[in-house]
């Protein structure tokens, strides 16, 4: 009978030690990946506002696109910035705009939409704060820089356009995560004429 209980006791020690180091190795196999990127070599241009010189950056950007311009904005009033969008829409670049809770006042998400440019509106209890673009997967556009003319006008803003395929697929990856978000809803013509109201 001791045989036994011994036999037993050395059979539960034993799986207790293997599933412990079976979980302890999943475990190590699913930690989250690192949300820091970096690239040192990439070249990066800064610009200050209030000026001109980072809405022309912007333009300027936007402007060099072949296949996508990808921009998740918490806000888009300014009309330069809008009209070069419908610019890049007109010649078949992929354009997708995700803005924070629309129509806004001012926004130009409702003139895009009417000229066929995917858009889509975040609602949520909080707000999408982003202000990037993706443009061809290499140029990443950020900074506080909200697109509108206040920010050019009137805010201490920067802006930072950077050449990086790297730092470009991680923008990338966030954009497309918020595109498919239950919280990303499709902005709609009712939607523009209710606010018209």
């Not at 202000?131 to 050019?152: E, H, P, R």
């Not at 239950?182 to 109201?197: G, N």
Request: overall charge negative.
């Amino acid at each position: 009978m001791s045989r036994l209980l011994t036999v037993l006791l050395v059979g539960l020690a034993l799986g207790f030690v293997l599933g412990w180091l079976a979980s302890s190795y999943s475990e190590r196999q699913l930690a989250p990946t690192p949300q820091g990127f970096s690239a040192p070599s990439a070249p990066i241009s800064a610009y200050f506002a209030p000026s001109p010189e980072p809405e022309k950056a912007i333009i300027q950007t936007l402007q060099s696109a072949q296949q996508s311009v990808h921009a998740a904005l918490y806000q888009l009033t300014d009309p330069e910035i809008a009209d070069v969008l419908i610019e890049i829409a007109e010649r078949r670049i992929e354009l997708k705009i995700l803005l924070d809770d629309e129509p806004s006042k001012g926004s130009k998400g409702c003139l895009l939409l009417s000229t066929g440019v995917p858009v889509k509106q975040y609602v949520d209890s909080g707000i999408m704060h982003h202000k990037f673009a993706v443009v061809d997967g290499v140029l990443v556009i950020t900074g506080s820089y909200n697109w509108t003319t206040a920010a050019q006008t009137r805010n201490e803003e920067n802006l930072l356009v950077i050449q990086s395929p790297e730092l470009a697929q991680a923008f990338e990856s966030e954009f497309q995560k918020l595109w498919a978000s239950k919280k990303a809803q499709t902005l709609t013509q009712a939607d523009c004429a209710s606010s018209e109201k």
